[in-house]
């Protein structure tokens, strides 16, 4: 079985890469706005958890019922507009047969947002549309930073060895990330269906966690992180030799595996935390943009590294 790839080469043209640009931004400043204003209505019910008083109770079940449905309205242009590409890319790839990190994002986001509506209309029951709201707007910033990073790193063109590598770390990159993805499906079912039986009011938001965890953000940012931040530290050479040139692309080889394999273990340190119901889905996505940052923040770190050099020597000693 041959893993697809989770990345998505940039538009060819321009004009092309900035209307890709715009949609992405208008997407991710609506998510952004609807996370926010459906954290502040989310605030009655952390309080209704700890009030005590019944009068006080009552007032806070009336207000979290009229919360409910506004954030049910703010929650939906994000779920038809600023999800779309999500929706898109996970029905293609399930028509196509095959599995990718659109898959279990799709599955993540349904699965919070679907019981979360149905008890809005019934007028009872947990609701989980700022894990929905905040699962899109983190999601929507990892990807628009790869998106960035993808086009800057198809710069390497102009210097075959950071090209021929980039096609050598995506290939690596895709296989590792297509099992993960794969491992973390099963995992989430097997979970959801234990906590089902074991303790029913967990599975829901267990699962959600679950599903959140295996989107592979991180690692689709691994290798263009790197790469374009190798092929930035050239640009500012002038002239860079052959040894130059491969000193950078070692160092960029080597902070992508950093990175990707960084991501990897930062999952398996969150995914038993999840499955024992420790990792609200809240969490789970604030985890999951710490990783994609943690992945960018590497990338600047060499990027830094390298323009500090200025002979080849210290150029080695950064790619050792």
């Known amino acids: 079985m041959r893993a697809p790839s989770i990345f998505s080469l940039p538009p060819a043209s321009t004009d092309e890469q900035r209307l890709a640009r715009r949609h992405m931004l208008a997407r991710l400043s609506l998510a952004w706005l609807a996370a926010m204003q459906v954290m502040m209505f989310a605030f009655p019910g952390y309080l209704r958890e700890y009030e005590t008083?019944?009068?006080?109770?009552?007032?806070?079940?009336?207000?979290?019922?009229?919360?409910?449905?506004?954030?049910?309205?703010?929650?939906?242009?994000?779920?038809?507009?600023?999800?779309?590409?999500?929706?898109?890319?996970?029905?293609?790839?399930?028509?196509?047969?095959?599995?990718?990190?659109?898959?279990?994002?799709?599955?993540?986001?349904?699965?919070?947002?679907?019981?979360?509506?149905?008890?809005?209309?019934?007028?009872?029951?947990?609701?989980?549309?700022?894990?929905?709201?905040?699962?899109?707007?983190?999601?929507?910033?990892?990807?628009?930073?790869?998106?960035?990073?993808?086009?800057?790193?198809?710069?390497?063109?102009?210097?075959?060895?950071?090209?021929?590598?980039?096609?050598?770390?995506?290939?690596?990159?895709?296989?590792?990330?297509f099992w993960f993805v794969v491992i973390q499906l099963a995992l989430a079912v097997a979970v959801g269906l234990a906590w089902y039986v074991l303790d029913p009011a967990h599975a829901l938001p267990v699962t959600v966690a679950l599903f959140v965890m295996s989107c592979p953000c991180a690692m689709s940012m691994s290798v263009p992180t790197a790469l374009a931040a190798s092929d930035a530290a050239l640009l500012r050479r002038e002239s860079p030799s052959d040894a130059e040139v491969e000193a950078v692309a070692r160092a960029g080889q080597r902070v992508a595996r950093q990175n990707l394999y960084g991501s990897i273990a930062w999952h398996l340190l969150m995914t038993p935390l999840a499955a024992i119901g420790l990792v609200q889905p809240w969490l789970a996505t604030v985890s999951m943009l710490v990783s994609s940052l943690a992945v960018a923040a590497n990338a600047w770190w060499l990027y830094r590294q390298l323009i500090s050099q200025d002979g080849e020597g210290g150029l080695q000693a950064v790619a050792a």
């Open 53 to 177: 008083n019944l009068d006080n109770r009552l007032m806070l079940d009336q207000a979290v019922f009229i919360m409910n449905w506004i954030s049910f309205a703010l929650t939906m242009p994000v779920m038809v507009y600023c999800a779309w590409p999500i929706w898109g890319g996970a029905l293609r790839r399930m028509l196509q047969g095959g599995v990718s990190m659109d898959v279990p994002v799709a599955l993540g986001i349904a699965a919070a947002f679907l019981p979360s509506a149905y008890a809005t209309m019934i007028g009872y029951g947990e609701v989980y549309f700022e894990s929905v709201c905040m699962f899109v707007a983190f999601l929507l910033t990892a990807r628009y930073l790869e998106y960035s990073a993808r086009v800057t790193s198809g710069l390497a063109g102009r210097h075959p060895v950071l090209a021929g590598l980039r096609e050598r770390l995506s290939a690596s990159a895709n296989k590792v990330a």
